[in-house]
C-alpha cells in the first residue's frame, strides 16, 4: 500500500481501496506451510524456482528421489501461482495417495485449489478440517476469517437472497463479532472450532477425504 503514499501526484488524500482481495490472490497469498524436515526431497525443492513448475514435474516423472508429498504439494502451489489449478489438482491428489495416514496438509492445499477456483464454500471446509487438527495455529484461522467474511458479504449484495427463519446455521452466525470490520462494512471473526459451522465444514470435509 506504500505507492498509494509515494506515487501519487497532487496534493489530496488518496482513495485506498476498501474490498477483499479476490479468492484467487488470497490463495497465493496465504502462508506456505514448513516443509516436512524428514521428506527427502526438502532440501532439494528448497533451491528450485516456482516459475517452472513443468520441468520439475517432469524431472518427478524420471527421478524417485522427487516422488514424495513435499515434492507434490510444491508442485500444488507452483501450478496454483501459475494459474493452473487442474494441475495443483492433479499434484495434491497424488500427494494424498502417498501420505497414507491423515495429514492436514492435504486438506490444506485442497481448500487452496478450491480458493483459486472461487469455491469459496468448498475452501472453508477444507480449511475448517485443517482448524480442527491445528487450533493453535493462526493460518487456518486467516483463511477461515476470509472465507466467512466473503460468504458474508454475499448476502449484503443487492439483489441476493433474504435468509429464511433462523435455523441451526443461524446459531453459528449469531456468536460471530465484528472483529474484521473496515470501510465495507462489518466483517465476522475466524470462527472458533467449537462453533457449529465450523465443526459442520471439517465434517463435511473429512467425509469427501474418505470418499476420496
Same mark, same amino acid.
Given at each position: ?156 449484495? @443487492?439483489?441476493? +437472497?433474504? !435468509?429464511?427463519?433462523?435455523? =441451526? #446455521? $443461524?446459531?453459528? %452466525? &449469531?456468536? *460471530?463479532?465484528? /472483529? ?5 462494512? @462489518?466483517?465476522? +471473526?475466524? !470462527?472458533?472450532?467449537?462453533? =457449529? #459451522? $465450523?465443526?459442520? %465444514? &471439517?465434517? *463435511?470435509?473429512? /467425509? ?5
Amino acid at each position: 500500500a506504500l505507492r498509494w503514499w509515494t506515487r501519487r501526484s497532487g496534493t489530496g488524500a488518496p482513495e485506498l481501496p476498501a474490498g477483499a482481495p479476490e479468492p484467487g490472490a488470497t490463495a497465493r497469498a496465504l502462508p506456505v506451510p514448513l516443509p516436512d524436515a524428514a521428506d527427502p526431497a526438502a532440501v532439494l525443492l528448497g533451491g528450485l524456482a516456482a516459475d517452472t513448475p513443468d520441468r520439475t514435474a517432469e524431472r518427478a516423472e524420471r527421478d524417485p528421489a522427487l516422488r514424495t508429498v513435499e515434492t507434490a504439494l510444491w508442485l500444488c502451489r507452483a501450478y496454483l501461482d501459475a494459474g493452473n489449478a487442474a494441475r495443483a489438482e492433479e499434484w495434491v491428489a497424488r500427494a494424498k495417495g502417498w501420505s497414507g495416514d491423515y495429514d492436514w496438509r492435504i486438506f490444506w492445499h485442497r481448500g487452496l485449489v478450491h480458493l483459486t477456483r472461487g469455491a469459496v464454500d468448498q475452501a472453508e471446509d477444507e480449511f475448517a478440517a485443517t482448524y480442527a487438527a491445528l487450533p493453535g495455529e493462526a493460518a487456518p484461522k486467516l483463511a477461515l476469517g476470509y472465507c466467512a467474511e466473503y460468504l458474508a458479504a454475499r448476502f449484503r449484495e @443487492p439483489g441476493a +437472497r433474504e !435468509p429464511g427463519p433462523p435455523g =441451526p #446455521d $443461524a446459531q453459528g %452466525a &449469531a456468536v *460471530r463479532g465484528p /472483529a474484521l470490520r473496515g470501510p465495507g462494512g @462489518p466483517g465476522v +471473526r475466524a !470462527p472458533d472450532a467449537r462453533e =457449529p #459451522d $465450523a465443526a459442520q %465444514a &471439517a465434517a *463435511r470435509a473429512r /467425509a469427501r477425504e474418505a470418499q476420496a
